[in-house]
Each structure stands twice: as structure tokens, then as C-alpha cells.
């Protein structure tokens, strides 16, 4: 399975930017996603993640501005960031994991294939 994340770029704060995972499977609609971020310095850390079913989760920093969803008959996940601040600045991976859920969706050791990441960057 091979992922491709899309979509990253320069915005101001406050700004809005729209993420893109497309997977190469046409059975991604059974695997559960997760958006990661890691700025520079840091390890990387869990953002959101989306169960097969549609269940999504989210990290305290970022809930009610961005929002997870998925495209099953494009094969794609997507990432809306709105109000960004500056914090957020970071490369974003999403990943897929075989289960169509899982307990563990903040874990980086849960996700089986990584995309290679699309740089954001808010500006102050």
C-alpha cells in the first residue's frame, strides 16, 4: 500500500488548508487513517484518526479546527485545518492501519503504512 499526502503549503494564521492522503489499494475503504504531525525538534505526534465506520478522534489542540474525513470511492482521507496558528507548523504524515479500527489510533506503532508527509507552515 503505498499513500500519498498532499496539500500542505505557506498560510497565515487564522488561514485554512485542506490535506490529502490518496492510497493506492482500492480496499482503503477497511483500513482506519491517522494524521500525524512532527515539527522540528519534536517527536512526532498524533493529530486525528478516522475508523473504517467513520468514528474519528482528535488530539485536545486541535479539536474544533480541523476535521477528518474520508473519500472511500476516491480512496482518500482527507485533513481540514482551519483557524491555523502557529503552533501547528509541522510536516504531516497520515497512515493507514489494516483495522478497520483500532484502540490504539494514537500510537505511530499502530499504522502499517506511513505517506511521506506534506509540510505546513502558519505564519505569524
Known amino acids: 500500500v503505498q499513500l500519498q499526502a498532499s496539500g500542505g503549503g505557506l498560510v497565515q494564521a487564522g488561514g485554512s488548508l485542506r490535506l490529502s492522503c490518496a492510497a493506492s489499494?482500492?480496499?482503503?475503504?477497511?483500513?482506519?487513517v491517522g494524521w500525524f504531525r512532527q515539527a522540528p525538534g519534536k517527536e512526532r505526534e498524533f493529530v486525528a484518526a478516522?475508523?473504517?465506520?467513520?468514528?474519528?478522534f482528535y488530539t485536545d489542540s486541535v479539536k474544533g479546527r480541523f476535521t477528518i474525513s474520508r473519500d472511500n470511492a476516491n480512496n482518500t482521507a482527507h485533513l481540514q485545518m482551519n483557524g491555523l496558528k502557529s503552533e501547528d507548523t509541522a510536516v504531516y504524515y497520515c497512515a493507514a492501519n489494516v483495522a478497520g479500527k483500532t484502540l490504539y489510533y494514537r500510537n505511530v506503532r499502530t499504522y502499517n503504512y506511513w505517506g511521506q508527509g506534506t509540510l505546513v507552515t502558519v505564519s505569524s
Open positions: 489499494v482500492h480496499t482503503f475503504s477497511r483500513y482506519s
Open positions: 478516522i475508523w473504517s465506520e467513520g468514528r474519528t
